[in-house]
């Protein structure tokens, strides 16, 4: 039995590592793949403004700021600011959070294979852990998102928890406060992980310290969440004049919902396991606990379960545009599906699964460490600019509304997305305020300007603004 333990965690090793590896082999490419490009941009803009104006990490900056601070609070820019401070010794490079993310989300994995280990047999959590490698975590873990990386911190508290109430060392808890805290701020959604500690009363009810303890931790973690994301952020929002998501009321939510029944089907069913065979093991593996009844599985998998749908619900229209927020949910995925595995009676079979579904998901997603030529075009920013303009100029930009344009332009200033040409009464207003160069994406606009020409191409046109 031993060996056999060791054969799997050493074989678990193996495998997040290799996977590890080869998607650091395109960490360094630029940040315009065909996903998610305005959210890496985001979190980019974040990290390089506190490296350059200010390192305050409660006033997080992006660059297209409309001659405003361009402070916006979204999430707890944790991973960003830990960015920028590598940057400090090695100088910026756009890829730090790729790395800083990967090596989270891949230990992640481990934990959550050790964890898995603790409550079911070796099989079914080297299976969990190999389906949530090739899920919707294969590609995330290596954006500049905080979504996998939040998601991992919770798993790796979730493990101390779990040592403190075996154990009852005090680091344990410690780390349990520490991780679970950063995991919530990051992202909202790794508070409904918080269940699975209230599950642990139930096993350790007699051992009343303990209990405490966790109960204080947890709580003053959801009350910090609670803080910065529904008073803090919101303050700050009317505060600076930047739009903050809150979500949608659950009426809206549910309606929304309701009204796109086939994207919410694709959403928590493919887009996480990225397998269509495994969403068939997926629904097996429902019928087996209903037909086995077993209550620790249904009070745990079932109520996570309850309470991701509640957030779905509270999401609305957010979780039928962005495949990301299937992410909390893709660990309960994976352990239903190896229970599922563990229980066909031929190894073969069982194994032959896994890996067919495993390809399925590396397939799916192949296209996604590969850069998008709908985006390729705007990387030329980052030369054109500064041949045309100094550090401190602003500048205005006329494209779509992503801001990765913006981003390799690497100034200050307006991102006009509304398709009429401008006005020079606004092209005044900006002048004033030390905007001095046009750029028209004309991708987008195909506009012309009365103001001296300095470059253009097939993608951009270029304008000095000078005052008349």
Not at 36 to 42: D, E, F, M, N, P
Not at 167 to 193: E, H, Q
Not at 434 to 440: D, Q, R
Request: aromatic content about 18%.
């Amino acid at each position: 039995m031993k060996m056999a333990n060791w054969l799997y965690d050493h074989g678990m090793l193996t495998i997040i590592v290799v996977f590890f590896i080869g998607r650091l082999v395109f960490t360094t490419q630029p940040p315009i793949e065909y996903q998610h490009t305005w959210r890496q941009s985001t979190g980019l803009m974040y990290a390089r403004n506190f490296l350059e104006t200010d390192a305050n990490i409660f006033h997080p900056r992006i660059d297209d700021n409309a001659g405003g601070t361009g402070i916006v609070v979204l999430e707890f820019p944790i991973m960003y600011y830990i960015h920028a401070a590598i940057s400090i010794p090695f100088g910026y490079q756009h890829y730090y959070s790729r790395i800083i993310n990967l090596l989270v989300s891949s230990l992640g994995i481990y934990f959550f294979y050790l964890l898995v280990l603790k409550y079911f047999n070796p099989r079914v959590a080297l299976f969990s852990a190999s389906i949530l490698l090739t899920s919707i975590w294969l590609a995330f873990a290596r954006k500049t998102m905080q979504d996998t990386f939040a998601i991992s911190l919770m798993i790796i508290g979730l493990y101390y928890i779990d040592a403190y109430f075996s154990k009852g060392r005090w680091r344990d808890i410690i780390l349990y406060f520490l991780l679970t805290s950063l995991a919530c701020l990051a992202k909202i959604p790794a508070v409904i992980y918080f269940i699975f500690p209230m599950m642990l009363i139930i096993k350790y009810k007699d051992v009343n310290t303990r209990v405490f303890m966790m109960l204080v931790s947890s709580g003053i973690s959801v009350l910090m969440c609670f803080a910065w994301y529904f008073i803090y952020a919101p303050y700050i929002s009317k505060k600076y004049g930047y739009w903050h998501n809150l979500g949608e009321s659950f009426t809206d939510g549910f309606l929304h919902l309701l009204q796109d029944i086939p994207t919410v089907l694709q959403r928590f069913f493919h887009d996480g396991g990225q397998s269509f065979i495994f969403i068939i093991l997926f629904l097996w593996g429902w019928m087996y606990l209903f037909k086995t009844k077993a209550k620790w599985y249904f009070l745990s998998i079932g109520g996570f379960t309850a309470l991701f749908l509640l957030y779905m619900v509270k999401s609305g229209n957010y979780f039928l545009w962005h495949n990301y927020y299937i992410i909390p949910y893709v660990p309960i995925f994976a352990i239903v599906v190896s229970i599922t595995l563990d229980n066909i009676k031929s190894k073969k079979l069982a194994y032959g699964l896994l890996v067919v579904g495993m390809l399925e998901g590396l397939f799916q997603q192949a296209k996604d460490f590969s850069n998008s030529p709908n985006e390729e075009y705007k990387e030329k920013l980052e030369v054109l600019v500064p041949q045309f303009s100094n550090e401190d100029d602003k500048i205005c930009l006329v494209s779509s509304g992503n801001p990765i344009g913006f981003y390799f332009a690497h100034r200050k200033g307006w991102m006009e997305t509304k398709g009429n040409k401008l006005e020079d009464e606004f092209l005044q207003k900006i002048i004033d305020q030390g905007v001095t160069l046009l750029i028209v994406n004309k991708r987008f606009s195909q506009d012309k300007y009365d103001r001296p020409l300095k470059y253009e191409d097939d993608d951009y046109a270029i304008y000095e603004l000078k005052s008349y």
